[in-house]
């Protein structure tokens, strides 16, 4: 069986460090790095429960896309949540590994995994990365449709292709109008409207879309927004990547097991419609 050094130098080639946001925080968190690697389990959030899995599992690492600490910290005292993650994880001879913008713009990257996930064809980067000469690298991806669908259609196939979550799937635009070309990109995506709209996709579908970028947006162009939980667009590269480290440990001969947590760790636990108008609420004028 491999050590954790040999196994991490393999995650680094996947994705490497240098490639990350310079704000981000990836690569290796804990673990020693002679230990030997039998099981690795992949999710999206470095949180107590995934540690808890990984415990349960028997797992020697975890892969996850966010980091555990972004921001820096001075203490992993473990009265506080993220310095239980830590104890737990050296108490149980667990590494923790990250890979972050540097999986978002890799070949591939998060976003092929998510386009995969709603059977879209990759045509190109949207925002391609100047490094690559052959032009795959980048953030979010541009895609085409098999074939013609309304926006109401396409909506429902996000709704039925990717995991479930509390919020489901949003849309703005005309449920009717046709959709060819989509735009994606995992995570967080409203910064990227001014590529979108140079892009000429139909739509655009990613997470956490704020009322004032969104609303500008519509404003500017009819460009379809599909609104998709931060979760939900960013676990099909859990399996994208395990899969990826499966054929490292199959071209070594490690016999690694993989797994790709099914927890669901998107924060958001409820979604009620709302059914009341302006007219109708308490004091609002007739």
């Known amino acids: ?55 349960k599992l028997g797992a020697d690492l975890v892969v996850t896309h966010h980091p555990l600490y972004l921001r ?20 149980n001879d667990i590494a923790l590994h990250v890979a972050h913008t540097n999986a978002d713009t890799a070949d591939p990257g998060v976003s092929d995994a998510l386009a995969g996930a709603l059977d879209l064809r990759v045509t190109g980067p949207l925002v391609p990365d100047p490094t690559d000469p052959s032009g795959r690298r980048g953030l979010g991806r541009i895609c085409e449709l098999d074939h013609p669908e309304t926006l109401r ?15 489901g799937i949003r849309a703005a635009g ?5 959709i060819r070309t989509v735009a994606v ?10 590529q979108v709209r140079a892009a000429g996709v139909d739509a655009f579908l990613t997470a956490d879309l ?52 099914r927890t669901v760790t998107d924060p958001w636990t409820a979604h009620v419609p709302s059914e009341t108008t302006p007219s109708s609420v308490s004091g609002a004028p007739n």
């Open 1 to 55: 069986m491999p050590s954790l050094s040999e196994v991490i130098a393999a995650l680094d080639a996947l994705w490497p460090p240098s490639r990350a946001e310079q704000w981000d925080a990836v690569g290796t968190v804990c673990g020693d790095p002679d230990a030997e690697v039998t099981r690795v389990l992949f999710a999206v959030d470095p949180v107590q429960e995934i540690v808890d899995e990984a415990v």
């Open 72 to 91: 820096g910290t001075t203490t992993v005292e473990a009265g506080t949540f993220k310095g239980r993650v830590v104890h737990t994880l050296i108490k």
């Open 153 to 167: 259609e396409f909506t429902a196939r996000a709704a039925a292709r990717l995991p479930r979550t509390a919020q």
């Open 174 to 178: 005309d449920p009717d109008a046709l």
């Open 185 to 194: 990109s995992g995570g967080s995506g409203d910064s990227l409207f001014a």
């Open 210 to 261: 704020r009322h004032h970028p969104a609303s500008e947006a519509r404003e500017q162009s009819p460009l379809a927004l599909v609104d998709a939980a931060h979760w939900a667009t960013e676990w099909p590269w859990c399996e994208q990547a395990a899969a990826e480290l499966d054929a490292v440990s199959e071209r070594h001969g490690w016999g690694l097991r993989t797994h790709v947590s």
